[in-house]
């Protein structure tokens, strides 16, 4: 299964390359917002983690350009997010096309890997 | 130390607890646990896939699942940890751009347009969960009569 990993927390993204790479996934990486979105909008993944959190072009603005340009359903993404984030702004993200999770911040693998395999 | 973090605990009051020195070096002593339970596993691995019909496989297995167990539980905590920086950092810059915005004497427009778009940052919810509106207006408030005096 190919996993594109986008946060701009290189400690994050080296460890969950590491870890889901030893549990057989094909791990690709990007810790820019931007470059992230690129890769989004090709459709070549399985499953996207996307972390709402980064400078300059967050998780947020790559959601809605790729809703703009009809790519946003060509994704699987599980979206990482602050612990606080409101049931209403957790529902209205899950009812787009193309989000099939939502965990919140600290992440835990086993969460992560049940939001993967769903 | 003990660095196991209870995530079902967690409490954005313990922030203040640690410095970010001391999670910096939490995350490193994790990060070298984890690498060196990355190396067990591996060699671990390798020598399951030459033993795999030796007597000692049932062995190999149960160690395996140890080790894994244990990794994993060490990478959830550097998670916690790693977390916590972000949001120590996150609020550390927040708390420059309020303070240049003082300054820079733009009032309290400029302040509570900042605070507007702070709130729909995510770790700026977590942050206005524990501080109240009221309250927010109410320091933004004493901040101008002081600035007028």
Redesign the interface.
Same mark, same amino acid.
């Given at each position: 299964m190919k996993l594109l990993i986008v946060d701009d927390?290189k400690? %994050?993204t080296t460890?969950l390359s590491?870890?889901l790479s030893?549990k057989g996934f094909d791990c690709t990486i990007s810790n820019d917002g931007r470059e992230g979105m690129n890769l989004m909008a090709k459709g070549l993944y399985d499953r996207v983690i996307l972390d709402? *959190?980064m400078p300059d072009f967050g998780g947020m603005d790559i959601i809605n350009e790729l809703e703009k340009s009809n790519k946003l359903k060509d994704n699987k993404i599980i979206i990482f997010?602050? *612990? *606080? %984030? *409101?049931d209403d702004e957790v529902s209205d993200l899950l009812k787009k096309d193309g989000i099939i999770s939502l965990l919140r911040?600290?992440?835990?693998?086993?969460e992560l890997l049940s939001a993967i395999s769903s | 130390m003990d660095l196991t973090i209870d995530k079902n605990n967690f409490k954005i009051e313990n922030y203040s607890k640690k410095s970010i020195e001391e999670l910096k070096k939490d995350q490193k002593s994790l990060e070298s646990e984890i690498d060196n339970l990355f190396d067990s596993l591996n060699e671990l691995i390798k020598n399951s896939k030459r033993s795999l019909l030796s007597k000692d496989t049932q062995q190999d297995k149960e160690f395996l699942i140890k080790i894994s167990d244990k990794l994993e539980n060490k990478i959830n905590d550097f998670f916690v940890a790693t977390y916590e920086q972000e949001v120590i950092d996150e609020l550390g810059q927040n708390r420059l751009d309020v303070e240049s915005s003082l300054r820079e004497n733009t009032g309290v427009k400029n302040l509570s347009e900042y605070f507007s778009h702070f709130r729909y940052t995510s770790k700026g919810n977590q942050l206005f969960d524990t501080i109240s509106k009221e309250e927010i207006e109410k320091r933004l408030q004493k901040v101008m009569i002081l600035k007028k005096l």
């Open positions: 927390n400690d %994050i460890m590491k870890y030893m709402m *959190s997010t602050a *612990s *606080s %984030i *409101s911040k600290p992440v835990q693998l086993n | -």
